[in-house]
């Protein structure tokens, strides 16, 4: 029985499929870069690796979770080539360039997933508690927004404006001619909003709305700052109807 030693030699030494040394080289970055986010200094099986980051709440732990699947069979196919060299000096399996091509993925994935700002960076349409109504209603109409970030004469943020808040008022008093945005009740509810940093990578986001689903729980509106502070200036805002854009632009 070969040891990994000699097997790395025969890798080198041999002429060994293109293939099958990008494939290996591939799956041990990931490897490798589940020993650093474990922080491992001794040998634990692939697998182990797998659950222990799923069971704890590192910042790749949903997408892991969402992908152990394709991950532990990536393991699979490698053991595969290097149990075939272990017997005879020979591969059994040689991988194709589509198992190639998505494993490149998911190590880009894992070692660098990218972050909410990537996808929600934009210019977020706020008010200010002493506006008219009426004229921050029609640009809501205009921009087909559902919820609107408010802020009090020193820039500090209140609540968030919503389509319901608004029928709401209407509903008891349907003059907003004159009306305030403070005169409507605004949505202050933690429960319903949440702000996160910038660096949060989307599958974090993805993650929030997801457990909140399970739950049975709401959250509508995650709104992005520097570092997640309420009072720091807005960076994007993603609403839970937005989770489509992230199934959209990560690996499936």
Same mark, same amino acid.
């Given at each position: 029985?070969?040891?990994?030693?000699?097997?790395?030699?025969?890798?080198?030494?041999?002429?060994? *499929?293109?293939?099958?040394?990008?494939?290996?080289?591939?799956?041990?970055?990931?490897?490798?870069?589940?020993?650093?986010?474990?922080?491992?200094?001794?040998?634990? *099986?692939?697998? =182990?690796?797998?659950?222990?980051?799923?069971?704890?709440?590192?910042?790749?732990?949903?997408? /892991? &979770?969402?992908?152990?699947?394709?991950?532990? !069979?990536?393991?699979?196919?490698? @053991?595969?080539?290097?149990?075939?060299?272990?017997?005879?000096?020979?591969?059994?399996?040689?991988?194709?360039? !589509?198992?190639?091509?998505?494993?490149?993925?998911? /190590?880009? =994935?894992?070692?660098? *997933?990218?972050?909410?700002?990537?996808?929600?960076?934009?210019?977020?349409?706020?008010?200010?508690?002493?506006? +008219?109504?009426?004229?921050? $209603?029609?640009?809501?109409?205009?921009? @087909?927004?559902?919820?609107? *970030?408010?802020?009090?004469?020193?820039?500090?943020?209140?609540?968030?404006?919503?389509?319901? +808040?608004?029928?709401?008022?209407?509903?008891?008093?349907?003059?907003?001619?004159?009306?305030?945005?403070?005169?409507?009740?605004?949505?202050?509810?933690? +429960?319903?909003?949440?702000?996160?940093? &910038?660096? /949060?990578?989307?599958?974090? $986001?993805?993650?929030?709305?997801?457990? &909140?689903?399970? +739950? @049975? =729980?709401?959250?509508?509106?995650?709104?992005?700052?520097?570092?997640?502070?309420? @009072?720091?200036?807005?960076?994007?805002?993603?609403?839970?109807?937005?989770?489509?854009?992230?199934?959209?632009?990560? /690996?499936?």
């Amino acid at each position: 029985m070969a040891t990994k030693k000699e097997i790395k030699k025969y890798l080198i030494d041999v002429n060994t *499929p293109e293939p099958i040394m990008k494939f290996l080289a591939l799956f041990n970055q990931i490897d490798k870069y589940f020993d650093k986010i474990l922080w491992l200094d001794v040998f634990l *099986p692939y697998n =182990e690796k797998i659950k222990r980051i799923i069971k704890w709440n590192y910042y790749i732990s949903w997408f /892991v &979770k969402l992908h152990q699947f394709q991950l532990k !069979y990536f393991w699979e196919i490698r @053991n595969q080539i290097t149990h075939g060299i272990q017997i005879d000096w020979h591969t059994y399996i040689q991988p194709t360039d !589509y198992s190639i091509s998505q494993l490149e993925k998911y /190590v880009k =994935e894992i070692k660098a *997933p990218p972050k909410c700002i990537d996808l929600f960076s934009k210019e977020v349409f706020t008010c200010h508690y002493d506006d +008219n109504l009426r004229s921050v $209603v029609k640009i809501m109409e205009q921009k @087909n927004y559902s919820h609107v *970030p408010v802020y009090n004469r020193d820039e500090r943020f209140v609540g968030l404006l919503s389509e319901s +808040n608004i029928l709401s008022r209407l509903a008891n008093n349907n003059d907003i001619m004159w009306a305030k945005v403070g005169d409507v009740r605004f949505i202050t509810d933690n +429960n319903y909003m949440r702000f996160i940093s &910038k660096k /949060v990578n989307v599958y974090e $986001v993805d993650k929030i709305f997801a457990e &909140k689903k399970e +739950n @049975n =729980e709401q959250i509508w509106i995650l709104l992005i700052t520097e570092n997640g502070h309420r @009072n720091e200036p807005l960076l994007g805002i993603i609403s839970a109807w937005d989770t489509a854009m992230i199934d959209n632009s990560v /690996v499936h």
